[in-house]
């Protein structure tokens, strides 16, 4: 019996196709990097998926294999404003029919408001450009639309209080954040359950969780740390995810009791400088 396997997203897509034409024309990973000037590391992470190639290196790929400028075009359908180690994870994200976040610190990303969003960016870098920013916010309003469209995923969001408490943005921008993903469960687009500080440990303390589920593929569990991601489909790691989040929802507030611990601190942020 066939291991279901989750999505291959089309980067991944065009990573095999470039394996495929490579052995086609009967060349090694070295072989292909002397031919195209990178390292064998390089070739080996655009055929996974892992990364993409700059445009004059898909250019180079053509004329080494032979494509007539096939993943030159290609490449124009799929290049990201996402960093390499969260692209796989943002395409995977749009064909998930459940996903169960968790956010140790901060709101997750696909729920951030612009203010709070804008906020966060700022404070990650020092020296940006304001285009920059601007591409940042729209790829986070682009995320959103998962909840808009028809295929829309249940979602489930798990905090810990700690993310509740940081006033990002400023007091009114927090307040506004706080009370948005508040509104978002009240209308029924998403599932909300706080784990309160006076509960203790729990067992996803040790940092951000997405856990990802498909129609007809495995589900997948993503983790991020600083300018780092790791998405994950080994069974044992997968299910090993899925096993902390069970236990740090069972340690958590119901719905009620979490929107009505959202809106009060939105309320204390809201009031904090009056």
Same mark, same amino acid.
């Given at each position: 019996?066939?291991?279901?396997?989750?999505? +291959? /997203?089309? $980067?991944?897509?065009?990573? @095999?196709?470039? !394996?495929?034409?490579?052995?086609?024309?009967? &060349?090694?990973?070295?072989?292909?990097?002397?031919?195209?000037?990178?390292?064998?590391?390089?070739?080996?992470?655009?055929?996974?998926?892992?990364?993409?190639?700059?445009?004059?290196?898909?250019?180079?790929?053509?004329?080494?294999?032979?494509?007539?400028?096939?993943?030159?075009?290609?490449?124009?359908?799929?290049?990201?404003?996402?960093?390499?180690?969260?692209?796989?994870?943002?395409?995977?994200?749009?064909?998930?029919?459940?996903?169960?976040?968790?956010?140790?610190?901060?709101?997750?990303?696909?729920?951030?408001?612009?203010?709070?969003?804008?906020?966060?960016?700022?404070?990650?870098?020092?020296?940006?450009?304001?285009?920059?920013?601007?591409?940042?916010?729209?790829? +986070? /309003?682009? $995320?959103?639309?998962?909840? @808009?469209?028809? !295929?829309?995923?249940?979602?489930?969001?798990? &905090?810990?209080?700690?993310?509740?408490?940081?006033?990002?943005?400023?007091?009114?921008?927090?307040?506004?954040?706080?009370?948005?993903?508040?509104?978002?469960?009240?209308?029924?687009?998403?599932?909300?359950?706080?784990?309160?500080?006076?509960?203790?440990?729990?067992?996803?303390?040790?940092?951000?969780?997405?856990?990802?589920?498909?129609?007809?593929?495995?589900?997948?569990?993503?983790?991020?740390?600083?300018?780092?991601?790791?998405?994950?489909?080994?069974?044992?790691?997968?299910?090993?995810?899925?096993?902390?989040?069970?236990?740090?929802?069972?340690?958590?507030?119901?719905?009620?009791?979490?929107?009505?611990?959202?809106?009060?601190?939105?309320?204390?942020?809201?009031?904090?400088?009056?």
């Amino acid at each position: 019996m066939d291991v279901a396997r989750r999505p +291959r /997203t089309p $980067r991944e897509k065009y990573g @095999e196709e470039l !394996r495929l034409r490579r052995i086609a024309a009967r &060349l090694t990973q070295d072989q292909l990097s002397e031919l195209i000037v990178c390292s064998p590391t390089l070739i080996s992470h655009y055929e996974s998926g892992r990364r993409l190639p700059k445009p004059d290196d898909a250019r180079r790929i053509d004329q080494a294999l032979g494509t007539d400028g096939f993943f030159e075009r290609w490449l124009e359908d799929l290049e990201s404003k996402y960093n390499d180690y969260f692209a796989v994870a943002a395409e995977l994200e749009q064909e998930a029919t459940l996903i169960q976040q968790f956010g140790l610190t901060l709101i997750p990303g696909v729920l951030q408001t612009e203010e709070y969003a804008s906020a966060l960016y700022r404070a990650y870098w020092a020296n940006y450009r304001a285009e920059d920013l601007e591409d940042f916010l729209v790829n +986070r /309003t682009k $995320r959103r639309r998962m909840f @808009e469209g028809p !295929r829309q995923p249940v979602v489930w969001t798990l &905090l810990d209080e700690s993310a509740l408490r940081h006033r990002i943005g400023g007091s009114e921008a927090m307040a506004g954040q706080l009370h948005k993903i508040a509104g978002m469960a009240e209308a029924g687009r998403l599932r909300l359950h706080v784990l309160p500080h006076r509960g203790g440990a729990h067992a996803l303390l040790q940092g951000d969780l997405t856990l990802m589920s498909f129609e007809d593929s495995a589900p997948v569990a993503y983790v991020e740390g600083f300018s780092t991601g790791n998405l994950m489909d080994d069974p044992s790691l997968v299910k090993a995810s899925q096993t902390a989040y069970a236990l740090a929802l069972s340690d958590a507030l119901s719905q009620q009791e979490s929107l009505a611990l959202v809106r009060a601190a939105a309320e204390e942020h809201a009031h904090a400088e009056q």
